[in-house]
């Protein structure tokens, strides 16, 4: 923003913007070439502008069948449809295409979407030359939006198409609250399967969030522009919610009653209002407040269209947008500052939003203008290379470690690009063995010492190694000042051997012997732990002479020696299976780690020659607990006694079996000797009947 004097504030983005700019550009060059010129429809909108090129000579034809003569037609900003192209091309009339480049970008847009197939949703409004150009533009279905109101219509009547594919564009002048609040409330949530192009204009976002911004500070707005030009009409609707806002097209509409009440001025104009008219607007108010006229004004207008051979020049920019691959800055002029992502960083892994932030004032060096795309490529990195140099310089003095991204892994080790300068790591400081794969670091941000500078051959020499072995030796220390057995730790294997396995625990590596990784037996660390696993540890034993740690990594809840003594008293029987045969006896293993001894004497009732005449490994077997010996860790089982056990336990029940028969045989004997008195008394009975 420009103070214009003491009340009267002037919108830096107000008058020409670049695309009107360019086809006046255009049309000028062709008078003055002696042309005769017609424009297919009003230049822009704005009638003081098209009446004074009417003046001199500029016609305009409303159809092609207008255009008269040997004359050149001019297609305006706005740009055309397809259709119109060719029957321009068809009637054999010249014809400049004076379409603003970012309209340009949005024909390309849609008419990819509709070669694919997709379907082309069209924020703005249906009646402007520009949105009818769009519309032209898509071969395929194609449909236009106001507001939310009239996309949920939209919606609504053709729900076939919320779940189909959709290419999202807006005119460039729409409101860019408008389109946020379509966006939010509505598209993405309905249109579940569309693409979003934002393609409001920076000219018509940038010229709105400063009119905003100046309207909050204002306690009267003047917007300067035609009546029926969209985006100095969306200017006034976004200012008049913060002050009173007057909308005029000449000096003549200023309403200087109100002027000369208000203490704050802002003043805006559309990106059609040619910089003259500005300056009359802005002499008739400041002669209504009595206030000093800058007489350079129009022409700091026009300042900012200039485009001196500037190439390498630094400039000062701010960032306006980021996209995934460029950021857009504002550097002060119409055109826009573009900023590709190769030029902002050297990080392969980086996006725009990781370096900048919309707001940010960037130093940036101008690399070229292209006045056909209306933008002006920036580089920040080849700014901010002087600075680098000047860092890299006192790392090398201080030992400041830096950080840079990986550009290129090869044989004789890495590149990196620090801030824009190249600094070379060899092979043997790229890491801290030299067996390391460097392949996994392309890409990666490495941080490193700088170690020479050569100024004759420009090279800077960086070392990785310095960095990880001087945060080894820390790490070492640190560990070995606090160390102590049965302190427990969290590391990460780190290798494993068949004896054990090499753990990290905070800078030194510690061993796991196999027979500490698990109670039951295993044939190798590798049945336990796998190379990147986070284990938990404590140090059994620690030699830091010979900086050697023992670590052990058992749970001793699962202890099965205190899982014998809990839960299996002498007595139990016990099943196991049967893991070594010797001449004195069988192993049977009955927890995990733990083998119980069945002696010979106590394998079977008789005697055997050898326990492999009764059992076989392998072999699952039920034995009676009979002696643990914890100190020494035995286990004493014997075979013999269950089947002891067993054979009384048969032979009671067999026992029991003959009482019931002898009983039951009693029973008969008794039956009988009831029955025989019967028999009997008979002839007992016969006798006495007798
Ligand atoms: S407002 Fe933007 S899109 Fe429209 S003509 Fe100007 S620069 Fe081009």
Redesign the pocket.
Request: proline fraction near 4%.
């Given at each position: 923003m420009e103070n214009f004097s003491d009340k009267i504030t002037v919108a830096k983005t107000a008058g020409?913007?670049?695309?009107?700019?360019?086809?006046i550009e255009i049309i000028e060059d062709l008078l003055s070439k002696g042309e005769k010129v017609f424009t297919l429809g009003p230049i822009i909108h704005n009638p003081q502008m098209v009446e004074n090129l009417r003046e001199r000579g500029v016609s305009i034809a409303n159809d092609i069948g207008d255009v008269t003569g040997d004359a050149v037609l001019v297609i305006r900003?706005?740009g055309v449809d397809l259709k119109t192209i060719e029957q321009i091309e068809n009637a054999g009339i010249r014809y400049v295409d004076a379409t603003?480049?970012?309209?340009s970008k949005i024909h390309k847009i849609v008419d990819k979407a509709s070669k694919n197939g997709e379907i082309v949703l069209i924020a703005g409004n249906k009646d402007h030359p520009?949105v009818l150009g769009i519309k032209g533009h898509c071969s395929g279905e194609s449909y236009v939006f106001k507001d939310e109101d009239e996309l949920r219509a939209l919606a609504e009547k053709h729900p076939e198409i919320t779940d189909k594919k959709v290419t999202v564009v807006s005119q460039?002048?729409h409101s860019k609250i408008l389109l946020q609040n379509c966006y939010d409330n509505f598209l993405k949530k309905v249109f579940t399967n569309s693409t979003f192009f934002d393609t409001i204009?920076?000219?018509?976002a940038e010229?709105q969030d400063e009119a905003i911004r100046l309207s909050q500070k204002s306690d009267l707005m003047i917007i300067i522009g035609g009546k029926q030009s969209s985006?100095t009409a969306k200017l006034r609707d976004v200012c008049i919610r913060n002050c009173p806002t007057y909308l005029v097209e000449t000096a003549d509409e200023l309403p200087l009653d109100r002027i000369k009440g208000a203490q704050h001025i802002g003043v805006t104009a559309g990106?059609?209002t040619p910089a003259y008219i500005i300056k009359e607007v802005l002499t008739t108010m400041a002669e209504t407040i009595n206030s000093n006229l800058d007489e350079n004004f129009a022409e700091m207008l026009e300042e900012s269209f200039k485009n001196a051979n500037t190439n390498g020049k630094v400039v000062k920019g701010t960032v306006m947008r980021t996209t995934a691959t460029e950021v857009y800055v504002d550097v002060g002029r119409?055109q826009f500052g573009l900023i590709e992502l190769s030029d902002l960083t050297d990080d392969p892994a980086a996006k725009p939003d990781d370096i900048v932030k919309v707001g940010d004032e960037l130093d940036l060096v101008i690399l070229r203008t292209n006045d056909q795309e209306?933008l002006i490529y920036l580089s920040k990195k080849l700014a901010e290379i002087p600075k680098a140099w000047n860092e890299l310089r006192a790392a090398l003095a201080d030992g400041t470690i830096l950080e840079a991204p990986v550009t290129r892994v090869n044989n004789g080790g890495l590149n990196l690009s620090y801030k824009g300068v190249r600094v070379f790591v060899p092979r043997s400081h790229a890491s801290l063995s030299r067996g390391d794969n460097l392949d996994e670091l392309e890409k990666k941000t490495v941080r490193f010492k700088v170690i020479e500078i050569n100024d004759e051959k420009k090279s800077i020499i960086g070392s990785v190694r310095n960095v990880l072995s001087d945060e080894k030796k820390a790490l070492e220390d640190a560990f070995w000042a606090s160390a102590e057995v049965g302190k427990h730790y969290t590391g990460t294997v780190k290798s494993l051997t068949s004896y054990g396995a090499f753990v990290d625990i905070g800078g030194v590596d510690g061993m796991i012997h196999i027979s500490q990784l698990s109670w039951a037996r295993i044939k190798a660390p590798s049945d336990v732990v796998s190379v990147g696993d986070t284990v938990d540890v404590y140090i059994k034993s620690l030699d830091p002479e010979k900086k050697k740690i023992s670590l052990g990594y058992k749970d001793p809840d699962g202890n099965p020696w205190e899982l014998l003594k809990n839960n299996y008293p002498i007595g139990t029987v016990v099943e196991g299976k049967v893991v070594n045969l010797t001449t004195f006896g069988a192993f049977v293993n009955i927890l995990p780690s733990i083998d119980g001894l069945v002696h010979i004497s106590q394998i079977a009732l008789e005697r055997i020659e050898k326990p492999a005449d009764v059992l076989k490994v392998g072999e699952t077997i039920k034995a009676v607990l009979t002696d643990v010996d914890f100190e020494k860790r035995r286990v004493s089982l014997s075979i013999r006694k269950l089947l002891e056990e067993e054979a009384a336990a048969n032979e009671a029940e067999a026992k029991a079996a003959l009482g019931d028969e002898l009983t039951s045989d009693e029973a008969v004997e008794a039956a009988a000797e009831e029955s025989a008195p019967v028999e009997e008394s008979a002839p007992a009975a016969e006798e006495s009947a007798e």
């Open positions: 020409f913007c670049f695309g009107v700019n360019r086809a900003s706005h603003c480049p970012f309209v520009e460039t002048t204009c920076l000219a018509t010229r985006n990106a059609s119409k209306g």
